[in-house]
């Protein structure tokens, strides 16, 4: 085997020049502190599906498949919205939308029930309904179905886009590591992209069959440790390991 060029010895995570240790490591820190955040918006959104704090099973049923002995109000007010108005309030609007949501008690009744609990967001935040609207509201008063077809297509494209974009960056990172073993490297950088891929196909197969909410857990469980892996990885080999002084030589040769 070749030796190292010198000029190329320094191409390992411990022996990278301070700039390039800065940008990774920026980089790295930014994206810690967003997947901390996208993990607790779960939590509040879909981890609140069935009324209750912490990501279940049921959350994932009622996100996609939903939960069809109740209309989509209903799934909303008893999930993540039953903080946002007292429980008389709730039952209410529960009773009213089972009953199909009749327009005659609109203008008269829960016209301004809506506008005092909910259209302080259904009414300015892009992406949701505007209750402002009666034929809105008359829309979520059928049987929960769970996610629409359109909510599903437009999330799954912004997933696929988007955090493929951050694992394609944490994983060159990481492709600089020393010390782990080449075929594993190579299975914890494609990891992320296979359990992402299992998670977002599970919301369709969830949204025809509750049976599939399994595979939306798995994949969310395997990329979260796969990319943790490597973000300790790669800040544990850049700022501790780095101080014992060793050339570590290029990360890369042995695929060269």
Request: charged letters at 15%.
């Amino acid at each position: 085997m070749k030796s190292t060029p010198k000029n190329l010895a320094w191409l390992n995570l411990p022996n990278l020049p301070m700039p390039l240790k800065a940008l990774f490591a920026g980089y790295l820190l930014v994206i810690g502190v967003g997947l901390c955040m996208a993990g607790l918006q779960i939590l509040l959104t879909h981890g609140m599906a069935d009324g209750k704090v912490g990501l279940s099973l049921d959350d994932v049923v009622y996100s996609y498949y939903g939960d069809r002995n109740g209309t989509t109000i209903e799934s909303k007010l008893n999930g993540s919205m039953k903080g946002n108005a007292p429980a008389e309030v709730r039952n209410e609007i529960i009773k009213w939308a089972r009953q199909g949501a009749p327009e005659a008690k609109w203008d008269t009744q829960f016209k301004d029930v809506f506008a005092k609990n909910c259209v302080m967001c259904h009414s300015t935040v892009p992406g949701i309904p505007d209750f402002t609207k009666y034929t809105e509201v008359q829309k979520r008063a059928v049987v929960d179905k769970g996610a629409s077809v359109q909510s599903l297509t437009r999330v799954s494209h912004i997933h696929l886009f988007g955090i493929s974009f951050i694992f394609f960056f944490m994983s060159f990172i990481f492709s600089f590591a020393v010390g782990v073993p080449r075929k594993w490297k190579i299975l914890v950088i494609a990891f992320p992209f296979g359990f992402l891929i299992m998670d977002v196909l599970s919301w369709w197969l969830t949204k025809l069959n509750p049976g599939f909410a399994w595979f939306t857990i798995i994949g969310g469980i395997g990329y979260s440790l796969a990319s943790t892996f490597m973000w300790v990885t790669s800040m544990y080999q850049m700022f501790i390991l780095s101080r014992n002084g060793k050339v570590y030589g290029n990360a890369w040769e042995a695929d060269l």
